[in-house]
């Protein structure tokens, strides 16, 4: 998988784990956990730039294991979320993407884009499955699958359990093919 990836207005950028990108991501993600909590339990876990550093060198190591690729969504030179393909079966040439974005980016479609420019880049390398999940209550990013032509194949049924909340949560499974049977 290529580094670096670019759409009309957006670059997808693997971030190297230093701490310059890990206080540059912490800062993003502290100014937007209140938003994005509902979506991104592990938020909670998430206490300082270290653990953010402590991120970026995971997905690093799962990068070189073709595990995972995770990329920082960059608009002008600021990093304004994350979109990659979090969950990679290459065996059975299928991925499964993860997403968000900062708040006040919402509603110019960069993650659209930036997922129209993921899946592309994956299909090219040769997976033929891309999956989505989501909280059903999550409309935003509902309607970024719908929009981009995912399909509804299952919505699991109490598939999170979300302490805070003290209650478990419905999943939706959207998925894209490459090629249909």
């Known amino acids: 998988m290529k580094i670096i990836l670019k759409g009309k207005r957006i670059i997808l950028m693997h971030l190297e784990p230093s701490m310059y990108n890990a206080e540059l991501m912490y800062e993003v993600l ?12 592990w938020l909670n876990n998430t206490k300082s730039v270290k653990d953010t550093h402590n991120f970026l060198i995971l997905s690093d190591k799962k990068w070189d294991n073709d595990d995972a690729f995770e990329y920082a969504i960059v608009l002008n030179d600021t990093i304004i979320g994350m979109c990659g393909a979090v969950e990679v079966d290459s065996g059975n040439k299928k991925v499964a993407l993860g997403y968000w974005l900062a708040n006040d980016y919402r509603g110019n479609g960069y993650v659209m884009e930036s997922v129209r420019v993921l899946e592309q880049e994956l299909f090219k390398n040769g997976f033929n499955k891309i999956i989505i999940h989501n909280d059903v209550r999550n409309k935003n990013s509902v309607n970024v699958a719908k929009k981009l032509g995912y399909e509804l194949e299952a ?24 090629h249909k049977n």
């Open 155 to 178: 919505v699991l049924k109490q598939d999170r359990w979300l302490k805070y909340e003290n209650r478990f949560r419905d999943t939706n499974c959207f998925a894209k093919f490459k």
């Open 30 to 41: 502290m100014q937007n956990k209140k938003y994005l909590l509902p979506w991104m339990q």
